[in-house]
């Protein structure tokens, strides 16, 4: 299967390059106009490097395309994707605001073409554990919160990707960058739609153009509700790199999450006490299983893991965090989505 590396100094494409060394995988072609990873990235392949994402559109014939970039290029690289009708993942958050996603949706699908986004705690520990705990999903959340901060805005200029401090690239700071998979997982666990969205957020940690820490409360139309926080305020060094726990209560359950596990108690059965599991929580781990359940999905025709309609239904809900914090806080309605 020949793969392209489209725009590789995004600061996850390290995550992928391991996954993408398997038999049966060639990767062909690289781009980087950033000019920072790709030179090393081709080497240790032995793939062709393009300055120009475009270029290597037009000379390169790829079965499967890995497309990064920056935020607010996205939409247009995705489009010239499409337009070759090659099978593709794209970074989320895909592009910066809600009509930029719903047309890359509605080409997609107009173009019958594969695509997925890496919305990776779809294929998480937290979702095997939660199944083991009871047998299923459990449908019967009343709240879930999560707190995901990670380390400080200098890491993505030491990554070489120093556009992701300019919200004229990046739409924006800790919400756009990492609320975006807390959003989904929200969506996924209740298997509703939000419909009310509020959110503050400020830059009082670094004092930069873009958000440094983020509070998003979501609701469900039946009153489920999500709190979402995050940031880039964690001291992090190479042992330690994030605080991530979260809380999810339900009618029967209540789980949090321990350093390296989750821990559960039977609101009917208390005198059993608290029954734990160790977990995964170091989420570079998943990007890995992405690049090959996507491959797989796309060799046989599955539907993605995450496709651009969960990215639609998630920039709907950042769009609204937005628009809520530039308002105070002030609660935002959501329509259903068109099409």
């Known amino acids: ?20 060394e398997a038999p049966g995988i060639e990767v062909v072609a690289v781009s980087d106009s950033e000019q920072v990873k790709g030179q090393a990235i081709a080497t240790r392949f032995g793939s062709r490097l393009y300055s120009s994402p475009y270029e ?19 939409p247009k690289l995705a489009e010239a994707v499409i337009a070759r009708r090659i099978p593709f993942a794209l970074e989320k958050p895909c592009g910066v605001n809600l009509p930029q996603v719903t047309r ?27 199944h083991g705990a009871e047998g299923r999903i459990p449908s019967d959340f009343n709240y879930m919160s999560f ?19 300019d919200p004229a690239f990046s739409g924006g700071g800790s919400t756009i960058n990492v609320a975006t998979h807390f959003i989904d997982l929200f969506r996924l666990l209740t298997g509703k739609e939000v419909t009310r969205v509020s959110a503050t957020m400020n830059a009082r940690t670094h004092r930069g153009e873009v958000e440094d820490y983020s509070l998003l409360t979501m609701q469900t139309e039946d009153g489920v509700i999500g709190l979402v926080e995050t940031g880039y305020s964690f001291p992090s060094t190479p042992d330690e790199q994030r605080e991530f ?12 999450s321990g350093p390296d596990r989750i821990e ?19 989420t570079d781990a998943y990007y890995p299983l992405f690049v090959k359940r996507v491959l797989a999905e ?16 998630m920039m709907q809900i950042m769009d609204a965090a937005y628009a809520s914090a530039r308002q105070g806080g002030a609660l935002q309605n959501l329509a259903p989505i068109a099409g």
């Open 147 to 165: 707190r995901f901060i990670v380390g400080p805005p200098g890491r993505y200029e030491a990554a070489g990707a120093g556009w992701a401090l």
């Open 1 to 20: 299967m020949k793969v392209a590396l489209l725009e590789a100094s995004h600061w996850h494409v390290p995550l992928y390059l391991d996954a993408l």
């Open 56 to 74: 290597l559109l037009e000379r390169e014939e790829v079965d499967f395309a890995f497309v990064f970039g920056r935020h607010s290029e996205m």
């Open 298 to 313: 796309s060799r046989t025709g599955a539907k993605p893991i995450a496709s651009l309609r969960d990215a639609e239904a």
């Open 264 to 282: 559960f108690r039977d609101r009917s059965n208390l005198a059993a006490g608290t029954r734990s599991l160790r977990l995964e929580l170091d």
């Open 245 to 256: 726990s979260f809380t999810l209560s339900s009618d029967r359950m209540y789980a949090k």
């Open 104 to 130: 890359l949706r509605k080409l997609t699908e107009e173009a019958d073409l594969y695509c997925a986004v890496p919305l990776i705690f779809r294929m998480s520990d937290l979702l095997s554990a939660l």
